[in-house]
């Protein structure tokens, strides 16, 4: 697997996600008879945070995660050293968040996870580029 097909098993991945907490909030309206936004319902404000955490964070990791894949010095391994707690951290987080109400193990661990992806994405494209530049 090369950086390319890396950075398209990831961002997949993500997409399938957002869409999967999309139509758990598209269900959860209709069952609930709610035309536009939560309803003032407990569980369909969960649904709806869900999601919105999600599309908050996983689009900047995606595109830090192609940045990397176009960096000719960055190597496979930092791709994956970021995108896979990024994206385990946004499966468990929403899993939480969807299912719990108040903190709940997947929640904290999630939130945990998409950041330490952040950061290793982040410091990543930061090294990856000033390597680049001095080469």
Not at 28 to 52: F, N, P, T, Y
Request: hydrophobic share 55%.
């Amino acid at each position: 697997m090369d950086k390319f097909e890396a950075a398209g098993l990831y961002t997949g991945l993500g997409l399938i996600w957002l869409l999967l907490l999309g139509i758990s909030v598209i269900r959860g309206r209709q069952s609930k008879r709610i035309s536009l936004g939560d309803g003032e319902d407990a569980h369909m404000q969960r649904l709806v945070r869900a999601h919105a955490n999600a599309t908050e964070w996983l689009p900047p990791g995606l595109i830090a995660i192609w940045g990397l894949a176009l960096l000719p010095g960055a190597p496979l391994w930092l791709l994956h050293a970021g995108a896979a707690p990024l994206l385990l951290g946004r499966l468990l987080h929403g899993f939480g968040l969807s299912t719990s109400s108040g903190a709940s193990a997947p929640r904290v661990i999630g939130m945990v996870l998409t950041m330490t992806g952040i950061v290793i994405l982040g410091s990543g494209l930061i090294w990856a580029a000033l390597s680049a530049a001095f080469i």
